[in-house]
């Protein structure tokens, strides 16, 4: 009876060893896609708040009167600020929200906006800043 018995504990152990070596690499590998989430999910924030923040922008009305992007540009920015509060994403040091006027070929705004990335476990290095630019052309009426 003695011989069963320990084939089973010999196997049992051996699979314990297996799991050991197999287990720091299942971790890395772990760590490595949630940390490659996170930066994708803050990508889309950021990427967002420049986009909806440049639409925002080129349909702010602004009087004939006044210097063009006097009304639209501040506008915008904080459109975009309040988006990335909004998303958890408070614009803090090293954040940059600016947005921009350009009138070649046609007149545009622009909106760009950098963010220092902030890794959720720091494993896995991709980059420090996340940034955006996106244009959206104003139609004059």
Same mark, same amino acid.
């Given at each position: 009876?003695n011989?069963p018995?320990?084939?089973?504990?010999?196997?049992?152990?051996?699979s314990?060893?297996? +799991?050991?070596?197999? %287990?720091? +690499? %299942? !971790? $890395?590998?772990?760590?490595?896609?949630? &940390?490659?989430g996170?930066y994708? =999910?803050?990508a889309?924030?950021? =990427?967002?708040?420049?986009?909806?923040?440049?639409?925002?922008?080129?349909?702010v009305?602004?009087?004939p009167?006044?210097t063009?992007? =006097?009304v639209? !540009?501040?506008e915008?920015?904080?459109f975009?600020l #309040?988006i990335?509060?909004?998303?958890?994403?408070?614009?803090?040091?090293g954040?940059? $929200?600016?947005?921009? !006027?350009? +009138? &070649?070929?046609?007149? #545009?705004i622009?909106?760009?906006i950098s $963010?220092?990335?902030e890794? !959720?476990?720091?494993m896995? #290095?991709?980059? #420090?800043?996340?940034?955006?630019? +996106?244009a959206?052309?104003?139609?004059?009426q």
């Open positions: 009876m011989g018995r320990r084939r089973g504990w010999a196997h049992r152990a051996a314990a060893v297996e +799991f050991a070596l197999v %287990l720091p +690499f %299942l !971790l $890395v590998m772990v760590t490595g896609v949630m &940390e490659f996170w994708i =999910s803050q889309i924030v950021v =990427s967002r708040a420049a986009r909806d923040a440049s639409r925002y922008g080129a349909s009305y602004e009087r009167e006044l063009p992007g =006097s639209a !540009l501040p915008a920015e904080a975009a #309040t990335l509060e909004g998303a958890n994403r408070p614009c803090n040091e954040c940059v $929200v600016q947005a921009s !006027l350009d +009138f &070649e070929p046609f007149e #545009t622009v909106v760009h $963010v220092p990335y890794p !959720l476990i720091g896995v #290095t991709l980059g #420090t800043t996340i940034e955006y630019r +996106f959206t052309a104003v139609e004059v």
